[in-house]
């Protein structure tokens, strides 16, 4: 599986944007998947899982309320449609997918990542 993030760029604050992951490979729908960020200095962040259906999604504390994660099984794509940003949501944000039904928080579980993209929120 091939993972291509796109959608990043520079909003204000209070802005929105909508990422999308390309997926590659026929097995996407039975695939777990994910976002994870990571900001300059800091560590990896954990944003939302996605269930192969989209019926079980996760979120971090952080986003939750403001991030919406939901995929296109047909299109092989999933997304991440973000509200009312701020400067701390600033980093790259990072597609990923493992061969489970599930999606998880760990990024250890995740087979396959894709590139990244990156959102800069300004003040």
Do not use: H
């Amino acid at each position: 599986v091939q993972l291509q993030a796109s959608g990043g760029g520079l909003v204000q604050a209070g802005g929105s944007l909508r990422l999308s992951c390309a997926a590659s490979g026929r097995t996407f729908s039975s695939y777990g998947m994910g976002w994870f960020r990571q900001a300059p200095g800091k560590e990896r962040e954990f944003v939302a899982a996605i269930n192969w259906s989209g019926a079980n999604i996760y979120y971090a504390d952080s986003v939750k309320g403001r991030f919406t994660a939901s995929r296109d099984n047909a299109k092989n794509t999933m997304y991440l449609r973000m509200n009312s940003l701020k400067p701390e949501d600033t980093a790259l944000y990072y597609c990923v997918a493992r061969p489970r039904v599930a999606g998880s928080k760990d990024p250890s579980e995740y087979d396959y990542w894709g590139q990244g993209t990156l959102v800069t929120v300004s003040s």
